[in-house]
């Protein structure tokens, strides 16, 4: 059991790592409603990130994905997303559609499903991270380079991606 603050609204909790489900990547505040990301560590690793709970849940060890460090500006507050195994589409979150992978924005310049990110293995098992621009309507600029129409480049630690005026980076 852990003890951890809402960043949202500050409210304390105790969290039972044991009963939270495998590669869970956020779950709600039961005060005030708003998710609360989930990070994943293993032994050998930290994450500094207040805005994060920490879990170390059966099976997450395994998780290898990556995620995106969406930078804050005067638009979007700091976020991270975690990446899960398959197809992730990222982009504006929308007051009628729920997705555990938008954005919080009011970057209007970005489109409520911007960009795409498939995950999937190699021959040697590892995670190989795929980006497409998602027919956005103001395109998608990955390492100061737009996305054409079509193109799938493969995504490497602290490449960056601007979707309308807010920046990420990718981390492994």
Request: aromatic share 4%; with cysteine.
């Amino acid at each position: 059991m852990i003890s951890i603050r809402c960043p949202h609204c500050q409210v304390g909790l105790k969290v039972d790592e044991t009963k939270m489900p495998a590669n869970i990547q956020t779950f709600n505040c039961p005060k005030c409603k708003k998710p609360i990301l989930v990070g994943y560590v293993t032994k050998n690793q930290s994450l500094d990130d207040s805005e994060t709970v920490i879990l170390s849940v059966p099976g997450a060890k395994d998780v290898k994905a990556g995620r995106l460090h969406v930078l804050a500006n005067e638009f979007t507050s700091e976020q991270i997303i975690q990446l899960s195994e398959g197809v992730n589409i990222i982009g504006r979150k929308s007051a009628s559609k729920e997705s555990p992978t938008a954005i919080e924005t009011k970057d209007k310049l970005m489109s409520r499903s911007h960009i795409g990110i498939e995950i999937r293995k190699d021959a040697k098992g590892n995670n190989i991270h795929y980006l497409y621009d998602n027919k956005s309507t103001n395109r998608t600029l990955y390492n100061s380079n737009y996305i054409e129409p079509g193109e799938v480049v493969t995504l490497k630690n602290n490449d960056e991606v601007q979707l309308g005026q807010t920046r990420l980076i990718f981390e492994e």
